[in-house]
């Protein structure tokens, strides 16, 4: 519970109760509602079911809601949290607490998941809209735990500590990520992550075309220079540890809008390639949290930003360019544009000798026609480390699967003008773009996260997710904790 309440002098309840009524806790009056209204058929006990209570006799809180949850697991939980304050968010509530009314005890990914759902819920788009809705009244949560159980009270504290910072950062990756092409530029992009740096505390170097082209980043450049926005190279770091404690690198592709260039894309749902920045925004939000947490690590985020635009002089298929590392790639689809800059990227993070480099990128529609939109594709040749992101990913319900990176899938990037061509065709080919990457990632343990499939939604709901930052947070603070992998 937070201390100060001032403000909030009737928060609103949320009851999350188990599907079977003989194992409700006695609650006096809030569960005498309940069995009530369960025995009235106004609730029924199944995942997800919800009645929503205004001034519920016998009570001091204004506004209760209950909601059933099949059991206490990470998602029945984060539904029924979710569902609760979708309610709520229309309600005058300005607070709310959320009781469990079953009999085992609360863990910190309850507190987590709660405030996850909770920030979820509430963030709204207004950048470019300013008729939005006004913001929720809503704007407080706590849990109630019993005091006397000091073991519980730690674990679900500790939770909420880290699901606020998740909450926030996973806000800021989709706030990033909703604003259009013409707001969200490559300098736009980089003013965000000067005022997060500013914010947080975190060191920060931004690289002009001028110094990319000093130091040799011919892929990068080729994709660039079809537009009049000038890219830019985003360097971020949060120092939790030692200096000489090897740190994470986080790589996040950021085009801020992707029209696939000379190799032009078709017209429809072509405005959703704004998001294609979405994996710059995944790391901005991570640099966050985990600036919030302060976990004893060294991070260090990467962000490659330009347009990918047709023009006079916008790069040509056919052509050929030499990247950081040396390697001249043979550009047979200027659509194919993410592993481009990100290969740059990938050579440039060798001078941090990383423990481990991860890069998150809206890589290929082939992973979504592989994973669709639930799972984020995970590519690593180090199963240790694998494992830990896929641990990561599921614990906060942020879910990777891991798939191939056989070398046998990289027979179609052979060129016969340059050491590699840019695609492999159209057969697995998210396995082939995850291959194209390792080719510049010898020097340090290295995955790749494919988030095509998970980073927006399209449709009515279509914006951001903020994935995959809690899976990323997660990942970076079990680092911290000298977690395996
Ligand atoms: N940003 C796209 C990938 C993408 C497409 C993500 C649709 C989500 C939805 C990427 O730059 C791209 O265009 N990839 C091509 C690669 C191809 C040319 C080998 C693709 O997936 O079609
Ligand atoms: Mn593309
Ligand atoms: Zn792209």
Redesign the pocket.
Known sequence: MPEDWSGHATPAWLIVLPSDPKTWRPMGAIADLAHDAVRHGDLELKNGKQLYLHRPAGLKAQRLVFVVASDLGAKAWRGAVAAGVATLKNSGASAVVIGWAGPEPLGDLHGELATTAFADALYTYRHTKPSAPAAAALGKLAIAVDKTDKAQLAAVRAGLARGTAIGAGVTLARECANRPGNHCTPTQLAAQARALAEEQGLAIEVLDRKAMAKLGMGALLAVAQGSDEPPQFIVLRYEGATRKSAPIVLVGKG?TF?T?GI?IKPAAEMD??KF?MGGAASVLGTMRAVAELKPKVNLIGVIPTCENMPDGRAVKPGDVVTSLSGQTIEIL?T????RLILCDALTYVERFKPTAVVDIA?????C?IALGHQHSGLFSADDALADSLLGAGRRSLDSAWRMPLDDEYADGLKSNFADVGN?GGRAG?AITAALFLKRFTSAYRWAHLDI?GTAWKSGAAKGATGRPVPLLTHFVLDQAEGKAG
Do not use: H
């Not at 659509?335 to 993410?338: M, P, V, Y």
């Not at 809206?362 to 082939?366: F, H, I, S, Y």
């Open positions: 085009i992707d696939g190799s959703e390639m294609d689809n659509d194919a544009e993410g809206t890589l290929t529609g082939a979504v695609v080919g095509a």
